[in-house]
């Protein structure tokens, strides 16, 4: 079965770093694509960074553009993402997410039905 296992958040600073880290298993970054997606306090799903199987294409919410970089260790079946610059708005719980489409997009549903439980980040000013 499809298992995501998300971990690295914490609190951070204004101006910090962190490295998300999704444990992958029951399937291929081959045949999936996978990302990033953050969920804030009353707000919506929302996508992050996500990247197509088989080592495609990559893509960035423009909220993150220079300060978040999306890669994956295929053999270990992991996905990273490191975060630097953090804001306050960055603030959210953050998820892995799979599909089994093969080409990746920054929209949640329906194209992503596989997720992980979450990992908190906590941006403070």
């Known amino acids: 079965e499809v298992q995501l296992v998300e971990s690295g958040g914490g609190l951070v600073q204004a101006g910090g770093s962190l490295r998300l880290s999704c444990a992958a298993s029951?399937?291929?970054?081959?045949?999936?694509?996978i990302g990033w997606f953050r969920q804030a306090p009353g707000k919506e799903r929302e996508g992050v960074s996500s990247i197509s199987a088989n080592f495609g294409s990559t893509y960035y919410a423009d909220s993150v553009k220079g300060r978040f970089t999306i890669s994956s260790d295929n053999a270990k079946n992991m996905l990273y993402l490191q975060m630097n610059s953090l804001k306050p708005e960055d603030t959210a719980v953050y998820f892995c997410?799979?599909?089994?489409?093969?080409?990746?997009?920054?929209?949640?549903?329906?194209?992503?039905?596989?997720w992980g439980q979450g990992t908190q980040v906590t941006v403070s000013s």
């Open positions: 997410g799979a599909t089994r489409y093969f080409e990746a997009s920054l929209k949640p549903y329906p194209e992503y039905d596989y």
């Open positions: 029951g399937f291929s970054f081959d045949d999936y694509a």
